[in-house]
Nanobody
């Protein structure tokens, strides 16, 4: 019943753009923070960006700062990740996740200590050079 579904991945040339979506069903974001993570073959999963559904606070990994933008549409229960100036190093499976977030600053939700409640299945992003 509870699901997060990512979409919008695909193949793009370096310098191009993609917009990822994460749609929630079975629950509403409300008091959750929503994070985007990515994992490339042979590498650990890394946090990319996160957003608070309550106040709209955002946080970005240094590797994507200035290129990616996270946003939320509370009415549609959907979060987005606008990815511009893509690099081959951005190639990975991108996952959306949700975590109850009533007490911590937004940056906490990309730290390893943050244990997310729900995860999507992921969407592949491939950037060619």
């Amino acid at each position: 019943e509870v699901q997060l579904v990512e979409s919008g991945g695909g193949l793009v040339q370096a310098g191009g753009s993609l917009r990822l979506s994460c749609a929630a069903s079975g629950f509403t974001f409300d008091d959750y923070a929503i994070g985007w993570f990515r994992q490339a073959p042979g590498k650990e999963r890394e946090g990319v960006s996160c957003i608070s559904s309550s106040d709209g606070s955002t946080y970005y990994a240094d590797s994507v700062k200035g290129r990616f933008t996270i946003s939320i549409d509370n009415a549609k229960n959907t979060v987005f990740l606008q990815m511009n100036s893509l690099k081959p190093e951005d190639t990975a499976v991108y996952y959306c996740a949700a975590i109850l977030a009533p007490y911590y600053s937004i940056g906490y939700y990309l730290e390893p200590d943050a244990l997310y409640d729900y995860w999507g299945q992921g969407t592949q992003v491939t950037v060619s050079s």
